[in-house]
């Protein structure tokens, strides 16, 4: 199993948002999580980054097998949990090229040396050209290109449990099919074999379309109300919004 959440409870700022979440996700699944506004999908993936201000009062996060539930977020990561965010912030002062050769997993990188040709592909398969890994991370992109430049850093690092935050959010359809491509990629979901797992965010289910998920749940007010496969959930979320669900 890469993933075994077991009744996680959280505070944030001294207000409890996760109320006991069950969750475990096992190699070559991508799980969907769903739910309104406020219900504590986004604190989820924080917790299990490991960010301080989500305080775990209760339960157990397990990645392959260790209990990482007191452990910093750079040892999370280096274990291999990766993520993209929402709403990343801006890094004024650093390039996004100088933090692709921080997470690169393949390279050890010196000082001022160039990115290896490999990743100057990647970039160019998701329409970032060399010049803008010259630029500051996220400052001034466009919303297609910050969650595209995340891509890229996660291609570079190589994550094993994958967690993404509305990846479809803000981006127009052609670059959905973009980032989809990229996602199956990084979830290596055409391998039956697959060792990787997935965790997507999504409010309208439109990535679904392309990106194959295994497991839905739909989140509310802190708790896991109800898990299944991500057509059925999906469509009565459609039909009759989550008071039924
Ligand atoms: N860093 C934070 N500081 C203060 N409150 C927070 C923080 N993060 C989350 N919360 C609170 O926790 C609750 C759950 O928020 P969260 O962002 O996890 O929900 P969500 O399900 O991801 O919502 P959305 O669909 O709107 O993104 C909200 O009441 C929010 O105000």
């Not at 274990?79 to 090229?97: A, D, E």
């Not at 379309?209 to 749940?217: L, Y």
Request: aromatic share 4%.
């Amino acid at each position: 199993m890469l993933l075994e959440i077991s009744d996680l409870e959280v505070e944030v700022e001294g207000k409890k948002i996760l109320k006991g979440v069950n969750l475990n996700i096992d190699e070559g699944e991508t799980h969907v999580l769903l739910g309104p506004n406020g219900a504590g999908k986004s604190t989820l993936f924080m917790t299990i980054l490991g960010f301080p201000k989500y305080k775990v009062t209760n339960g157990k996060i397990i990645y392959k097998g260790q209990d990482i539930t007191d452990l910093e977020t750079p040892e999370r990561i280096k274990l291999g949990l990766g993520v993209t965010f929402q709403n990343p912030p801006s890094i004024r002062g650093v390039k996004l090229k100088d933090l692709i050769k921080l997470v690169d997993k393949k390279n050890e990188y010196k000082e001022d040396e160039k990115l290896t040709e490999d990743v100057i592909n990647l970039g160019k398969r998701l329409k970032l050209n060399e010049n803008f890994l010259e630029r500051d991370v996220n400052l001034g992109f466009s919303g297609g290109k910050v969650k595209r430049s995340e891509l890229l850093q996660l291609l570079a690092q190589q994550p094993d449990l994958i967690m993404f935050d509305e990846p479809d959010s803000g981006v127009d359809i052609e670059n959905v099919e973009l980032i989809s491509k990229e996602i199956i990629n990084l979830l290596d979901q055409e391998n039956e074999n697959s060792q990787k797992g997935g965790l997507l965010i999504t409010h309208l289910g439109y990535i679904l379309r392309f990106v194959n998920a295994t497991h839905a749940h739909v989140l509310i007010d802190g708790k896991i109300a109800r898990t299944g496969e991500p057509e059925e959930i999906i469509e009565k979320i459609r039909e009759s919004g989550f008071g039924d669900v």
